[in-house]
């Protein structure tokens, strides 16, 4: 994602993609705490659910859990599967795959808008569905170098490139003095070796966004809430199919 190779104007399309879909990320995660008390962007805490079942010969808990594991496995798939359908085409590459998770996004707003006092286990197999393609998504789109579902790895980039930016600080203070600390803290905001970390920042900060807009959203309108991801993702889309998405490399 950040190769020599790849044009700034690249960057710029993948990192405004990743920073859109942390924020629909973090709207869904909160929205789906609320509406069926379970935080269902990441997958961890329901593996981990699994094992703590079987240990104890709760069964029907260890299913709950592994079929909400399955269902983020199947959401990964199918995106998988869209992206290299589209993978010729100069425009849209990525918008199959996002229209799949905006109607999957929409069609459970709705559902939980017209029952409101249903708690269909269906519907959070289909959040985890939509969570599973646009983790996919995004990791093919960044090479690996990007998740927007959860944020456990970019925590932990985040701490290792703050100690890499203290260094190269320290570095030029070392070399040059005062005038040396000075160049190296102008230069820190567009330095090129931490254009990830940058990103990562915004990641947080887009995902922390969402899941605020998400939940205050929530607490007043109830379930049409799901709507805000569902806007994020058009936008995305028109994105996707302008020509600065002709522009992208195939994923």
């Known amino acids: 994602m950040f190769s020599a190779a790849t044009s700034s104007r690249n960057r710029l399309a993948y990192s405004t993609l990743a920073l859109l879909l942390a924020g629909a990320a973090g709207a869904v995660n909160a929205t ?84 409101p006092e249903s708690n269909e286990p269906t519907l959070m197999w289909g959040l985890a569905f939509a969570m599973g393609l646009q983790n996919a998504l995004v990791t093919r789109v960044s090479g690996a170098v990007v998740r927007t579902t959860h944020l456990t790895g970019v925590l932990t980039d985040i701490g290792i490139q703050l100690v890499r930016m203290v260094v190269w600080v320290r570095d030029g203070v070392r070399e040059r003095g005062l005038l040396g600390l000075w160049h190296k803290v102008r230069e820190l905001p567009s330095a090129e070796q931490f254009e990830r970390t940058r990103l990562h920042l915004g990641l ?24 805000t991801p569902c806007v994020v993702l058009l936008l995305v889309m028109a994105l996707d199919v302008s020509p600065a998405g002709a522009r992208a490399p195939a994923t």
């Open 204 to 227: 947080v900060l887009a995902f922390l966004s969402g899941s605020v807009l998400g939940s205050a959203l929530f607490l007043r309108i109830g379930a049409p809430a799901m709507a």
């Open 32 to 115: 789906s705490f609320f509406a069926f008390g379970q935080h269902l962007t990441h997958m961890t805490g329901h593996v981990s659910a699994v094992g703590e079942a079987v240990a104890t010969g709760r069964w029907s808990g260890a299913l709950v859990a592994g079929k909400l594991v399955l269902a983020f496995v199947v959401g990964a798939i199918t995106a998988a599967a869209l992206l290299d359908a589209s993978r010729h085409r100069r425009r849209g590459r990525h918008t199959p795959a996002l229209f799949v998770e905006m109607v999957t996004l929409g069609a459970i707003g709705l559902w939980t808008h017209e029952h």
